[in-house]
């Protein structure tokens, strides 16, 4: 047994390629998850991430996968993010291929057949092959839900085939960066709804939420004095240590500005999924 190992200077590193290192940075070739409650701005986060990796790779396109939100409302935030970057709209647009509320398909690439989990085949290889032809380095699957039927959240094996055998083999085989969102369950202000396989597979998981306190007076939360137009982005699993480069995290106590105004400034606390 002993022969099957080896001397440390022995064994070959495996390339880790960290993207997004400018805003938030993603491990390349695995799949990587953002989570918050609904309507925090996990959608828009993701979409300045992909704009980001379109700016640090000019080479390579995108994929985004928006299944919530029209194309109208993509344009509108492109708009405003781009807004103090070197890339243009047109650019972004010419280079990522998206499905949105207005063309989503709803086709997904696992389903449930009695109490076996089974995958889209067609759909799977079409994705990668697609993928290696256009150059695709970054995809966003928004949300997990979306890209599956009869799975059960909250079954570890049902979510073990969905993260394991889907979204990281589609990340290794297509060598792209896949941010998975998802929603956190209600009251939860850390971890991803469901089963912990969700969160425990992915090769760094984030999670976004408002800043909030307590008012005194009324009794609801309300943003934290100095995050009306902000949120607290934190790590939730890191396993190359991915987020060191994190500068909102690092520099500004997770303090993540949004390029558009957040209202009204006194919000509740269970948001609307």
């Known amino acids: 047994?002993?022969?099957?190992?080896?001397?440390?200077?022995?064994?070959?590193?495996?390339?880790?390629?960290?993207?997004?290192?400018d805003y938030i940075p993603v491990h390349r070739g695995n799949y990587n998850i953002l989570s918050g409650a609904g309507g925090v701005g996990k959608s828009l986060?993701?979409?300045?991430?992909?704009?980001?990796?379109?700016?640090?790779?000019?080479?390579?396109?995108?994929?985004?996968?928006?299944?919530?939100?029209?194309?109208?409302?993509?344009?509108?935030?492109?708009?405003?993010?781009?807004?103090?970057?070197?890339?243009?709209?047109?650019?972004?647009?010419?280079?990522?291929?998206?499905?949105?509320?207005?063309?989503?398909?709803g086709r997904?690439?696992?389903?449930?057949d009695g109490r076996n989990c089974i995958e889209d085949y067609e759909y799977f290889s079409s994705f990668v092959v697609n993928a290696r032809i256009h150059k695709i380095g970054f995809i966003i699957l928004d949300p997990l839900e979306r890209f599956h039927t009869g799975l059960s959240e909250n079954d570890e094996g049902d979510m073990k085939f969905l993260v394991t055998s889907i979204f990281q083999r589609l990340a290794k085989e297509t060598g792209t960066a896949i941010v998975v969102l998802h929603h956190t369950a209600k009251g939860d202000k850390s971890g991803a709804r469901g089963s912990g396989v969700i969160t425990n597979k992915g090769r760094v998981a984030y999670n976004v939420r408002r800043n909030t306190v307590t008012d005194k007076d009324s009794g609801l939360e309300v943003n934290r004095d100095g995050w009306e137009t902000s949120v607290l982005l934190t790590t939730i699993k890191d396993n190359h240590y991915v987020s060191r480069y994190c500068n909102a995290i690092n520099l500004f106590d997770g303090k993540l500005e949004l390029p558009i105004s957040i209202e009204p400034r006194v919000v509740e606390v269970e948001y609307e999924m």
């Open 1 to 21: 047994m002993i022969n099957d190992f080896k001397r440390i200077n022995e064994i070959e590193n495996i390339n880790v390629e960290i993207v997004g290192k």
């Open 45 to 105: 986060i993701a979409l300045k991430m992909l704009i980001h990796f379109l700016e640090e790779k000019p080479n390579e396109q995108a994929v985004a996968i928006f299944s919530e939100d029209t194309r109208t409302q993509i344009e509108e935030r492109v708009a405003s993010i781009v807004k103090y970057m070197r890339i243009t709209s047109e650019e972004v647009f010419k280079r990522t291929f998206f499905k949105t509320l207005d063309n989503d398909d």
């Open 108 to 112: 997904v690439f696992a389903m449930k």
